[in-house]
DNA sequence: CTGAAAGCGCTAACAA
DNA sequence: TTGTTAGCGCTTTCAG
């Protein structure tokens, strides 16, 4: 492998020329350019991206944190890597498997300089670990952060989750399940919270026994059916988690012959690919916007000149399941 | 941030010396290592790792090449990214979206150092411009390539077929349509090459007026429905690229009023989860074991013992669908 | 516009 | 066991 020096050598100039060809500075004449970058090419030269890394003390490289890489991120993970790479820059992923241990080697490594920045799609440690490295790089959130000082992506459900009800509601429906995942996250609290203030604000009654949750997948939603079953009263409208439980509902619904949309409708949330194919109504985050904001938040820390941030607004695209 | 030299200053030794602790070198008295490490400590040090890559001339870095990230390669992907970290390797993503000169930066960073090997999962450059980055370092290939300078973990397709095929006969199934995914790949033609050779074998009709191409998604296999029924005569099976495309059928069938499986049996390929959700009867890749021997073909260039291979051997997993 | 030289922070061969 | 001293390959003042 050929290197500066060599190149400088072969050109007649100096390193210090070559370097400055090699980083289009303006201080070249365009005849020594011309020579430089004939040898370079002549040579097929590339220079050493550690080196480079090294004596800049940038590395042009993110690290992306997750437990997994499921289904549900990779939207938001795809965008991500698309947002990042139109400004040159590498996504490293990190995957956690839950091991607090092994998700705290991004962060050393936000220390030690192999990456220039940290977004956390998933994390499990603690918060106040976390901001601890903040003084090593610039570090964002997709999930939304009790810490002021890790910015995040996230949106507020409240707004998401209104849409999906007023929706139902417009459609006549008044008794209305809900099928939540993660029960202590703070997304889940909100959407609780927007569903009970509209239920209330239309004077009708807040169902808490028809609460399911922790329902994350196609087979949650499975079950989901069958304990809806088994309520005496039947709900005539569920919202689901996401696009997975809500398909997991509607196969299970149907297969037992119940009619949807006329005798239970279903709204579902994240608007993938499987809402469209199956013709679920869905709400639909702004997915793409949110991972280029992301990219965005980091931006100051990473491009002399930030980013600006996009505007996110949920939607509601309605299909035949209601 | 401090570095060696300080910590070197502060414990009274040399940088020679810290520069043993941190490599766990032998030859270092147990108090010196002590003390050393004390002052490691009391300063939070980690070494810079990009110094450290440019010194030693590696990264422990492996970049992972694809399209996109899709739900079909995700199984494949994060076994890949587990069994590098196992042995201290990060993994770089490059999505190409189908753009060749995007594609072309992995291979690059080979050359550049950035990354100490190369896994191809998908890839839209020529061959031969793939092998010339050969010297550069170690690529692998999840796909089949077809050439011997890039090793591939790829199997052979026309095992797992076969195993489709007898299952269906053993059923006492004599009429089989196939849906195939990409027309061109070596992949489908050994599959087709496993079915005729079955059927021709076994005194049977080979149908190739039941050959679907280009079968994917689910909505293919929805689609591939609608086809079987305007063909006059009705296939008793049929064999599906993948769980997705199988799903498709499955519900399409179903919700026609086609009785699976007596009416109609479905095979698919992959076993992943959606085939155990939905009762699919499905062939089985090791996946995780293909990718521990991606790594592992990569590894002579990596570490100094190479890792040995593991078998790779396809599966039946008979459910409801036949 | 170009060059000399001092870093960036760590490793490793060679001495001691 | 420990230290000295060149590198690794590029960037970036500072002079000229």
Redesign the pocket.
Known sequence: ?S???EIAKLS??????V??V??KS????P???EKVLRVIREMD????R???S????KTLQIGMITADISEIILPFMTSFVEAAAEHGFQTIIYTSNLDKQRELQAFEDLKQKRVDGLLIITSVNDLSVISAYGKYGPIVSWQRMERPDIPSVAMDQYDGYALAVQHLLSCGVTRIANAFGRPESLNTQRRIQAYEDLMAAHGLEVRRDWYFKSAYHLTDGQNVVHRMLGLGEEPQAIICANDYVAAGVLSEARRLGWDVPNELRIVSFDNMQIASTLGLTSVQNPIRNQAYNAFALLSPGLLKQPLPLKPLEFGLVVRETT
């Not at 030269?45 to 050493?48: G, L, S």
């Open positions: 492998m290197n500066l020096e007649g100039f100096s390193k210090a020329t370097s400055r090699l980083n303006r201080h070249v004449s005849e020594t350019r030269y590339v220079p050493n550690n080196a480079v090294l004596s800049k003390g």
